[in-house]
């Protein structure tokens, strides 16, 4: 049969917008998330994380909201422009005192129309 | 700081031959990761080294593939014989771990085609 790959869901904003990515965590006990994004033909880029000890952290333009409760994590960008354009992953840090693995999601395509 | 730096960027090889990708950490980073990402499954993890010691390799696929990491500011990454499946992006990162998972910095990728 023929192969699938992933399907990235997709989000789709006007530029302008503000634009807010979700992610669900596998693990209640992770106590570390950080959010990356990947343009075309790059590396992931870090972008903003968040411990387990806060419900909110800020940077420039993005937000990162983390309720433990429903083990889910978002990503708002204010005033989304063109350069936003990405794909958009979450990473938890599984708990352990020897591991620092990061365990990524599969990723949000985040698509910025004019 | 220049970053994470990989060579080579883009590799073009036949099935059978011996592959080897390169990774230099950024200076002072004590982890490093080496990641596969394909369209199939996402971002993998396949090994990582703290202090140049290999960590856990759970990740690597099979024998095929081997990582060595001889001095802190230069790793490997071998596959041998290599298949065409092994097409993929292949990243290496490197964290300064701080009293928990640091955040890792990953390099621009080295783009594996095995024909």
């Known amino acids: 049969g023929e192969s699938v790959g992933l399907h990235l869901p997709t989000l789709s904003v006007q530029e302008g917008d503000n634009s807010i990515i979700n992610c669900a965590y596998s693990?209640?006990?992770?106590?570390?998330f950080i959010w990356y994004k990947q343009e075309s033909g790059k590396g992931p880029q870090f972008i903003i994380d968040?411990?387990?000890?806060?419900d909110k952290r800020q940077g420039q333009r993005v937000t990162v909201l983390l309720n433990k409760t429903v083990k889910h994590l978002s990503l708002q960008i204010a005033a989304t422009q063109p350069g936003d354009s990405a794909v958009y992953f979450c990473?938890?840090?599984?708990?352990?005192?020897?591991?620092?693995?990061?365990?990524f999601g599969t990723g949000t395509r985040l698509q910025v129309f004019p | 700081d220049a970053g994470v730096i990989q060579s080579p960027r883009h590799e073009v090889t036949e099935m059978g031959q011996e592959v080897t990708l390169r990774c230099k950490p950024i200076?002072?980073?004590?982890?490093l990761f080496w990641y596969r990402q394909t369209m199939m499954r996402g971002l993998e993890l396949l090994i990582y080294?703290?202090?140049?010691?290999?960590?856990?390799d759970s990740g690597m696929p099979e024998d095929r593939f081997s990582a060595k990491m001889p001095n802190a500011s230069f790793s490997t990454l071998k596959i041998q014989p290599s298949e065409p499946r092994d097409s993929a992006v292949y990243f290496c990162?490197?964290?300064?771990?701080?009293?928990?998972?640091?955040?890792?910095?990953f390099g621009p990728g080295t783009r594996l085609t095995v024909l």
């Open positions: 693990n209640s006990a992770s106590d570390y």
């Open positions: 200076s002072g980073h004590d982890y």
């Open positions: 080294f703290n202090n140049n010691v290999p960590i856990d």
């Open positions: 990473a938890e840090n599984p708990p352990s005192y020897n591991t620092d693995k990061l365990i």
């Open positions: 968040i411990r387990s000890n806060m």
């Open positions: 990162a490197s964290s300064l771990r701080r009293g928990g998972a640091g955040t890792q910095y």
